[in-house]
């Protein structure tokens, strides 16, 4: 039953590692053939084999006002006929640096570059030139690209040093990353107890959605604001993510919390690759021109993807986006559960604003030990199902799934049709 994507895989596979360019896109997790995706619009997007999903990827995150917006299309066409890469300074990246700054509440100077993994290497960089010292805290399950010492896995012991992740990454560099579970305030007091003045950064999703969609105990941001603001560490939240998702000011503004650093991405990108990095200016003014720490980028702020940003945050500032986001993301999940608690399936549904992940797990999901309990087989079934039925979910357990305001009321009820023939077949 061999289908266009299948065939498409297969040629993938000779000229690229894996046929994919991005690991979790070859279904590892899941099994089976990645739908390979022609086009998409509003809340749907299309395969080669002429099959037509509704879409909770929404290319991890950036596509919240849907696909192919029409404002966003249209400045985008425009932007096109004027040059695509100069090098030089641009009008827009002002007014989109500017949108940033007034949204976010830890950002008082911004820096763009091209990937949520540049924005955090470059926040880690200089948190440490403005500290002058070496370690950082990460939380496990948290992540925050693949820069090297990013890339670590949490130890047994609460302050195990780090073991790489990856093949690659010197033990030298994880050395200097110290990994502590979430929502684990004792942990970090701990740690930082023992080495305070060696702690350049702490840094974390304020809502995680890489292990799945983890809710943060409101003490615990609390708390790690309060050590960091004692001990001279620097906080950087990693918003990448959740930057203008799960509220217009990120998770911050969300949970009154605010960091000394932030990170941004996905959403600010508005589907073109860019990523961003900000906060207090007395920290941003150490990077280069001004200060001692270098950071530069040949297409930082390249006016094609400011246009596509700064058009997805106009749409998004208007009046009402998300509590419409808020309101169809409130209506799957609710209903969601009441599907769940008719059939015998054990499940527990994590949301925070329009990021939501349903773990097939006995018990709650708040860090990454109990995320690690789930019945991934069950998922891959479940995924499976959905996926038959046209629901394009993120094929992992452990992703977040992402509404947008294209997804109208037909979309969401046909998703709960499928969710439930899909629980009756588990
Ligand atoms: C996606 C993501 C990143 C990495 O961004 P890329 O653009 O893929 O490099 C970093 N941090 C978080 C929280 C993310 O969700």
């Not at 911004?110 to 002058?132: D, I, K, P």
Request: net charge neutral.
């Amino acid at each position: 039953m061999s289908n266009k994507s299948e065939l498409l895989l297969e040629k993938a596979k000779k000229y690229i590692p894996g046929g994919v360019n991005s690991p979790v896109r070859a279904f590892k997790a899941v099994g089976g053939i990645p739908p390979f995706i022609t086009s998409a619009l509003g809340s749907k997007i299309y395969d080669v084999d002429g099959k037509e999903y509704i879409d909770y990827v929404g290319s991890w995150g950036p596509m919240i006002v849907g696909h192919r917006h029409p404002q966003v299309i249209e400045a985008l066409q425009k932007a096109l006929t004027k040059g695509l890469s100069y090098g030089a300074p641009t009008e827009a990246e002002i007014e989109l640096a500017r949108m940033i700054v007034e949204a976010v509440p830890s950002i008082e100077m911004v820096r763009m570059v091209n990937s949520g993994t540049e924005a955090t290497m470059s926040a880690v960089r200089l948190a440490r030139g403005y500290t002058g010292r070496d370690k950082i805290i990460k939380f496990s399950g948290c992540y925050h690209g693949h820069g090297d010492f990013l890339l670590v896995k949490a130890g047994s012991g609460a302050t195990t040093l780090g073991i790489p992740d990856s093949k690659g990454v010197p033990d030298d560099f994880a050395r200097n990353t110290i990994t502590l579970p979430f929502n684990n305030l004792d942990a970090v007091k701990r740690a930082v107890k023992s080495e305070a003045l060696k702690i350049a950064a702490i840094i974390l999703e304020p809502v995680p959605g890489n292990m799945g969609v983890i809710l943060p105990q409101e003490e615990f941001l609390c708390g790690l604001q309060e050590l960091c603001h004692e001990t001279g560490i620097v906080l950087i939240f990693d918003e990448v993510m959740s930057g203008f998702r799960v509220a217009w000011g990120g998770a911050q503004s969300l949970y009154g919390v605010i960091p000394d650093m932030t990170c941004l991405g996905k959403v600010i990108g508005g589907g073109m690759p860019v990523g961003a990095f900000g906060g207090k200016k007395e920290i941003m003014e150490n990077l280069a021109p001004l200060g001692p720490v270098y950071q530069a980028g040949t297409l930082s702020g390249n006016p094609l993807a400011v246009t596509a940003g700064l058009e997805t945050l106009k749409i998004l500032a208007q009046p009402g986006t998300y509590a419409t986001l808020e309101k169809s993301s409130e209506y799957l999940v609710k209903e969601a559960k009441k599907l769940a608690q008719k059939t015998s399936v054990k499940t527990h549904i994590n949301r925070v604003g329009s990021l939501f992940t349903l773990f097939f797990a006995s018990q709650e999901v708040i860090d990454y030990d109990t995320a690690l309990k789930s019945d991934t087989v069950a998922f891959s079934r479940y995924f499976h199902l959905m996926l038959k039925g046209e629901i394009y979910l993120a094929p992992s357990q452990f992703e977040a799934n992402f509404i947008s305001l294209a997804h109208s009321q037909e979309d969401l009820d046909k998703t709960l049709e499928v969710m439930a023939k899909a629980f009756k077949e588990l």
